[in-house]
């Protein structure tokens, strides 16, 4: 046995052993009674090992099968000599499937608990060699051999440590191991690896991290455990190689979005950004994706900036280093940074908006992607559009809506819906034919991309595209999809829903079919409750059907009046105007005329009379005056201060006969009941009537006598009418070439002689005459 041990060391009498059989003799030795033949059998097998081409015959013979009974000798050189042999066979990857199914696993994890060092070193480097198997490492797991391993690591011999650091790595691959490694309380033995003397433990242990940190169910442990302090110490380290496993450790952690502040926080941005600097280019590719995800949250994206990173993952963008994968990461990391504000500056001053828009025509669709999404960014502030649009990326951009790539599609309609609430840009998006396109993607299965498109949509159709185009919007979306939009819980798609009816109403001869559609009663339940700017478009699409006399009753009678008293309540003149026409439309229907009125009216007609816009002004005007026909609303507007008010500020602020005319017809509508007189009398109103007779308008004249020529139907209003010059502004009617001023005139002349004590101050006015 002793001789055939010797023999065997000698590597050039390997060929010679094995074609005489030499490994059959010392299987035998492996059960013999004599222990110490049994060690020099062991010895002889473990030499003969150190050869792969000796190995098959080791297999064919028995002999590994045998090691694994030897391992449980009590003779610690037979042990150790196993281990030996064990670790030779396993040296090569052609033995792992046999190991495995000769139950190696079992005697590695019996040897690395042993006393012994050096039988506890070999089964290390045994381990370290078989997990680079899948199956082994599963094996290794389910039989509980992570905890000898972790035990082992806390020897003071350095190599031990190397090894069982090297070992654990390997452990470390398997998604399943990964768990089991931090449960077993392996993260103290790593950290205090990390600081290790040696920097091959130190790299293996940072390996082992950034392996663990791939999980994502570790990755709070790691946190809690304050890897990251360790991580940031290691990473100042002289070895390419450790900085490189902390620079993916840290960038695994960081792909966890919560984890960021807390990464940042410990001080480990600043090492990274000096990694993108690194020599290496792996050591670039991992700093850059740790700054890429650092910088996908808000509260980081300043501070990458502040830190410099600038310079460096634009270097790496333009693929300085070579490496796709650290290009890709970088403009990642640059993409993110855009989405905060205060960097879009400082990256359009250094390039990074010309770079994007060269991004567009890379062949990575990845990078293209990113282009995109960081133009899209930049689309959200209103200070980089001349930019953007001048760098020529819009034709790029309408040119990556039409491509089958949805994830393109949803950058660039994101970049559009920011750029489209320019004005000179709506009309350029317009007018190079896209909408087609991002209508198509608004009937996209893809929600987040379907608001994009819908949200890109409303604010084009502030340029008219849609009102130009109502046929063809019609077409791409049907009215009960818009109804449908117009239904969600969603504010873009409500908002679009209301646009795009409101813009296809204004079109008579389509207006039959959006009431077909069942269009009229949701606008009119969502009107009444969904944000104000979809309530201004819904009013706006009542105000067209509005346009229709016959569209009014379904207005009425589905409850759309609130939504038209809000509008014509709007700060913007143009939203007034619209509402309070509208309003003076069905007012002029008498059916709806005490509905209207009831509708609280009053605020939006007080509204109307302060407007400084002429037009508001005469329609409020002519919308009293409908209302004042309805003889319930008479009393009811005589008793309203307020609308008195607004009716003398009318008369008295105004020039333009339009609207001093209906003004006035509405206070004649009211002194049609002797009721209303008091109301009036106490504001002095016919005092303010007077001057109007000497205006030259026929309507306005005519309206004033009529109103003078009511009130002296009762006697208790005669002596103000007297006393403020009645008899002359009658007479002054009477003399007006219109019949009906003339006729008025006179009749109120002879209401007021219907009084003896008047006949002197008319006999004095030469009334007689």
Same mark, same amino acid.
């Given at each position: 046995?002793?001789?055939?041990?010797?023999?065997?060391?000698?590597?050039?009498?390997?060929?010679?052993?094995?074609?005489?059989?030499?490994?059959?003799?010392?299987?035998?030795? %492996?059960?013999?009674?004599?222990?110490?033949?049994?060690?020099?059998?062991?010895?002889?097998?473990?030499?003969?090992?150190?050869?792969?081409?000796?190995?098959?015959? %080791? =297999?064919?013979?028995?002999?590994?099968?045998?090691?694994?009974?030897?391992?449980? @000798?009590?003779?610690?050189?037979?042990?150790?000599?196993?281990?030996?042999?064990?670790?030779?066979?396993?040296?090569?990857?052609?033995?792992?499937?046999?190991?495995?199914?000769?139950?190696?696993?079992?005697?590695?994890?019996?040897?690395?608990? #042993?006393?012994?060092?050096?039988?506890?070193?070999?089964?290390?480097?045994?381990?370290?060699?078989?997990?680079?198997?899948?199956?082994?490492?599963?094996?290794?797991?389910?039989?509980?051999?992570?905890?000898? $391993?972790?035990?082992?690591?806390?020897?003071?011999?350095?190599?031990?440590?190397?090894?069982?650091?090297?070992?654990?790595?390997?452990?470390?691959?398997?998604?399943?191991?990964?768990?089991?490694?931090?449960?077993?309380?392996?993260?103290?033995?790593?950290?205090?690896?990390?600081?290790?003397?040696?920097?091959?433990?130190?790299?293996?242990?940072?390996?082992?991290?950034?392996?663990?940190?791939?999980?994502?169910?570790?990755?709070?442990?790691?946190?809690?455990?304050?890897?990251?302090?360790?991580?940031?110490?290691?990473?100042?380290?002289?070895?390419? #190689?450790?900085?490189?496993?902390?620079?993916?450790?840290?960038?695994?952690? @960081?792909?966890?979005?919560?984890?960021?502040?807390?990464?940042?926080?410990?001080?480990? %941005?600043?090492?990274?950004?000096?990694?993108?600097?690194?020599?290496?280019?792996?050591?670039?590719?991992?700093?850059?994706?740790?700054?890429?995800?650092?910088?996908?949250?808000?509260?980081?994206?300043?501070?990458?900036?502040?830190?410099?990173?600038?310079?460096?993952?634009?270097?790496?963008?333009?693929?300085?280093?070579?490496?796709?994968?650290?290009?890709?990461?970088?403009?990642?990391?640059?993409?993110?940074?855009?989405?905060?504000?205060?960097?879009?500056? &400082?990256?359009?001053?250094?390039?990074?908006?010309?770079?994007?828009?060269? =991004?567009?025509?890379?062949?990575?669709?990845?990078?293209?992607?990113?282009?995109?999404?960081?133009?899209?960014?930049?689309?959200?502030?209103?200070?980089?559009?001349?930019?953007?649009?001048?760098?020529?990326?819009?034709?790029?951009?309408?040119?990556?809506?039409?491509?089958?790539?949805?994830?393109?599609?949803?950058?660039?309609?994101?970049?559009?819906?920011?750029?489209?609430?320019?004005?000179?840009?709506?009309?350029?998006?317009?007018?190079?034919?896209?909408?087609?396109?991002?209508?198509?993607?608004?009937?996209?299965?893809?929600?987040?991309?379907?608001?994009?498109?819908?949200?890109? %949509?409303?604010?084009?159709?502030?340029?008219?595209?849609?009102?130009?185009?109502?046929?063809?919007?019609?077409?791409?979306?049907?009215?009960?999809?818009?109804?449908?939009?117009?239904?969600?819980?969603?504010?873009?798609?409500?908002?679009?829903?209301?646009?795009?009816?409101?813009?296809?109403?204004?079109?008579?001869?389509?207006?039959?079919?959006?009431?077909?559609?069942?269009?009229?009663?949701?606008?009119?339940?969502?009107?009444?409750?969904?944000?104000?700017?979809?309530?201004?478009?819904?009013?706006?699409? $009542?105000?067209?059907?509005?346009?229709?006399?016959?569209?009014?009753?379904?207005?009425?009678?589905?409850?759309?009046?609130?939504? &038209?008293?809000?509008?014509?309540?709007?700060?913007? =003149?143009?939203?007034?105007?619209?509402?309070?026409?509208?309003?003076?439309?069905?007012?002029?229907?008498?059916?709806?005329?005490?509905?209207?009125?009831?509708?609280?009216?009053?605020?939006?007609?007080?509204?109307?009379?302060?407007?400084?816009?002429?037009?508001?002004?005469?329609?409020?005007?002519?919308?009293?005056?409908?209302?004042?026909?309805?003889?319930?609303?008479?009393?009811?507007?005589?008793?309203?201060?307020?609308?008195?008010?607004?009716?003398?500020?009318?008369?008295?602020?105004?020039?333009?006969?339009?609207?001093?005319?209906?003004?006035?017809?509405?206070?004649?509508?009211?002194?049609?009941?002797?009721?209303?007189?008091?109301?009036?009398?106490?504001?002095?109103?016919?005092?303010?009537?007077?001057?109007?007779?000497?205006?030259?308008?026929?309507?306005?004249?005519?309206?004033?006598?009529?109103?003078?020529?009511?009130?002296?139907?009762?006697?208790?209003?005669?002596?103000?009418?007297?006393?403020?010059?009645?008899?002359?502004?009658?007479?002054?009617?009477?003399?007006?070439?219109?019949?009906?001023?003339?006729?008025?005139?006179?009749?109120?002349? &002879?209401?007021?002689?219907?009084?003896?004590?008047?006949?002197?101050?008319?006999?004095?006015?030469?009334?007689?005459?």
């Amino acid at each position: 046995a002793r001789s055939f041990a010797l023999f065997a060391s000698k590597r050039d009498s390997h060929p010679t052993l094995v074609r005489v059989h030499a490994a059959v003799r010392m299987t035998i030795l %492996l059960t013999d009674a004599d222990e110490v033949a049994k060690r020099y059998g062991v010895l002889g097998i473990g030499n003969l090992a150190v050869s792969r081409e000796s190995h098959q015959e %080791l =297999f064919d013979v028995g002999a590994v099968a045998s090691l694994v009974e030897c391992v449980k @000798s009590s003779d610690v050189m037979t042990k150790r000599a196993a281990a030996f042999a064990i670790n030779n066979i396993s040296s090569n990857p052609a033995n792992h499937t046999a190991c495995e199914r000769l139950g190696i696993t079992r005697a590695l994890i019996q040897l690395l608990s #042993d006393t012994d060092k050096d039988a506890s070193l070999q089964a290390t480097l045994a381990t370290r060699h078989l997990c680079e198997s899948a199956k082994f490492r599963n094996q290794f797991t389910e039989l509980n051999g992570i905890p000898s $391993l972790v035990a082992l690591g806390h020897s003071e011999d350095v190599e031990v440590r190397r090894e069982v650091a090297a070992a654990i790595r390997n452990v470390s691959l398997s998604v399943n191991s990964k768990v089991v490694l931090v449960r077993e309380k392996v993260l103290p033995l790593l950290n205090d690896m990390m600081h290790s003397p040696d920097v091959e433990v130190c790299h293996q242990a940072a390996g082992v991290i950034a392996n663990l940190a791939e999980s994502p169910e570790n990755q709070s442990l790691m946190v809690d455990d304050g890897v990251i302090q360790h991580l940031k110490y290691v990473l100042r380290s002289k070895s390419i #190689d450790v900085q490189r496993e902390a620079c993916r450790a840290i960038a695994n952690i @960081s792909a966890e979005y919560g984890y960021a502040p807390a990464i940042v926080s410990a001080g480990a %941005l600043q090492s990274l950004v000096s990694a993108l600097s690194s020599p290496d280019f792996l050591c670039q590719r991992y700093a850059a994706m740790g700054v890429g995800n650092l910088a996908g949250h808000p509260s980081n994206q300043k501070k990458v900036v502040q830190e410099g990173a600038l310079p460096a993952l634009i270097s790496i963008a333009k693929f300085d280093n070579a490496d796709l994968e650290s290009q890709r990461y970088a403009v990642l990391a640059l993409t993110n940074l855009t989405g905060t504000k205060a960097n879009h500056s &400082l990256l359009v001053e250094t390039g990074c908006l010309q770079l994007f828009r060269a =991004f567009f025509d890379h062949q990575d669709v990845e990078i293209r992607n990113s282009a995109c999404f960081a133009v899209a960014n930049l689309s959200a502030n209103s200070n980089n559009h001349t930019l953007i649009s001048a760098e020529g990326c819009l034709p790029k951009l309408i040119q990556l809506v039409k491509v089958e790539d949805k994830y393109a599609n949803l950058r660039a309609v994101s970049a559009l819906r920011g750029l489209s609430t320019d004005a000179n840009i709506r009309v350029e998006i317009v007018e190079s034919g896209a909408l087609p396109d991002i209508l198509k993607l608004a009937k996209s299965d893809e929600v987040e991309l379907q608001m994009e498109a819908l949200a890109c %949509l409303c604010n084009l159709s502030l340029c008219g595209c849609i009102g130009d185009n109502p046929l063809a919007f019609l077409n791409a979306c049907d009215v009960k999809s818009l109804v449908s939009y117009l239904c969600s819980a969603d504010a873009t798609f409500r908002l679009f829903g209301a646009v795009a009816l409101g813009n296809i109403a204004s079109a008579m001869p389509l207006q039959d079919t959006v009431i077909a559609g069942g269009a009229l009663a949701p606008l009119v339940a969502i009107g009444n409750q969904a944000d104000l700017e979809t309530q201004r478009c819904i009013a706006y699409a $009542l105000c067209n059907l509005a346009a229709d006399p016959s569209r009014r009753v379904d207005i009425v009678r589905e409850g759309g009046l609130p939504a &038209l008293m809000s509008m014509a309540c709007s700060e913007d =003149f143009n939203d007034q105007l619209a509402a309070i026409s509208t309003l003076r439309g069905i007012s002029s229907h008498p059916e709806f005329r005490r509905q209207v009125f009831l509708a609280n009216i009053t605020e939006a007609l007080t509204i109307g009379t302060r407007a400084n816009n002429l037009d508001i002004r005469v329609e409020t005007a002519a919308t009293l005056c409908s209302l004042s026909i309805n003889d319930d609303n008479k009393m009811e507007m005589a008793l309203n201060d307020t609308i008195l008010l607004n009716l003398i500020d009318l008369l008295k602020q105004n020039q333009d006969p339009r609207c001093l005319r209906q003004a006035m017809g509405c206070l004649s509508n009211l002194t049609e009941r002797h009721e209303c007189h008091p109301f009036i009398r106490r504001h002095q109103i016919h005092n303010i009537v007077l001057p109007l007779f000497h205006n030259d308008d026929n309507g306005l004249c005519r309206e004033a006598a009529r109103f003078l020529t009511n009130l002296a139907a009762v006697h208790e209003n005669h002596p103000p009418i007297i006393s403020g010059g009645g008899i002359a502004a009658l007479l002054l009617g009477c003399q007006k070439e219109d019949a009906m001023t003339a006729r008025f005139a006179t009749l109120g002349l &002879l209401n007021l002689s219907t009084l003896a004590e008047n006949h002197v101050p008319l006999m004095n006015a030469k009334v007689h005459l």
